[in-house]
């Protein structure tokens, strides 16, 4: 028995201190070098026509309208990049070793199955921002409405958007719940006012009014209004005044301050020339009136 284990020890010395297996570990070590550094130099060449691809925005259909939309989608490729590299090294490094690469990637593929059915709703998240990076459909910065959660984009992920609302709270919405988005920041906004006007006073004159302090909205708020207000015209009769309706083209997101104006300066112009916000009327009956009215008859 100890004629064995100094055999096996003394082979094994042997082969420490032999020359194949110095030689083997040093062609393994040159062999991962040679496929790191060839990695590191595919990578940088990635790099480098990446950055010149977003440079030059024309050669892609893609329409980027922020720098920070531009950053993220390089960010998004370079991490793309990396990770391919990253797999296809480590596949090379065990093949190096005679690891059976193909059952691994077979197991791999039945793990991934599984934890796939169990990720539905992370995979969906990450698609679907996938999705509104590319498309364009908001970018950070914008004002979006998401359902009933208005607010101010603050970051756009590939799993979560975060807005922050007119309040200052912060929403974290899962990109695959996003449905329906309206983005105020997208297009110019229009300012609609409804001004109640006492039946007792002349439409016309009212208008005509209302038609003189106009023009002086866009001269006086520039960065608010992009064209003078106009009036659309009576909309509605109710009990104790008719409603008139001014409307004007603002500059995206600035419809609500163009509203503000609009109520501030009408009301103003309008109480210095007499005319007073109605407020509702009762007629008020009693029964002594009504004895009394039956008497003079």
Excluded at 43 to 52: A, F
Excluded at 148 to 165: A, N, P, W
């Amino acid at each position: 028995m100890i004629d064995r284990m100094e055999s096996v020890w003394e082979n094994l010395y042997s082969y420490i201190v032999g020359e194949e297996l110095w030689i083997r570990i040093g062609t393994n070590l040159l062999r991962i070098v040679i496929i790191i550094l060839f990695a590191f130099i595919v990578r940088n060449i990635g790099y480098r026509i990446i950055d010149i691809i977003f440079k030059d925005k024309k050669t892609i259909p893609i329409r980027l309208t922020s720098n920070r939309r531009e950053q993220t989608l390089k960010n998004l490729s370079k991490n793309i990049l990396s990770y391919v590299l990253l797999f296809i090294v480590v596949l090379m490094i065990l093949d190096i070793f005679d690891v059976p690469i193909r059952t691994m990637l077979a197991g791999a593929g039945i793990a991934g199955v599984a934890i796939g059915f169990g990720a539905q709703s992370l995979v969906k998240d990450v698609i679907a921002g996938f999705f509104i990076i590319f498309e364009d459909q908001f970018s950070v910065g914008d004002y979006i409405e998401i359902g009933d959660i208005e607010g101010d984009v603050e970051v756009i992920g590939l799993r979560s958007t975060k807005l922050r609302s007119f309040y200052g709270q912060t929403y974290v919405i899962p990109n695959g719940q996003i449905n329906i988005v309206t983005n105020y920041s997208a297009s110019n906004g229009y300012a609609m006012v409804e001004i109640n006007i006492p039946y007792e006073t002349n439409i016309v004159k009212v208008e005509n009014m209302i038609k003189h302090i106009l023009p002086t909205f866009k001269t006086n708020y520039p960065d608010v209004f992009i064209d003078e207000p106009f009036i659309q015209g009576v909309t509605a009769l109710e009990l104790s005044n008719y409603v008139l309706r001014v409307r004007a083209e603002t500059f995206p997101v600035m419809q609500w301050e163009g509203a503000r104006l609009i109520r501030k300066d009408v009301k103003a112009y309008l109480f210095e020339h007499g005319i007073e916000i109605p407020s509702p009327r009762m007629v008020v009956y009693s029964k002594a009136d009504e004895t009394n009215a039956r008497e003079v008859q």
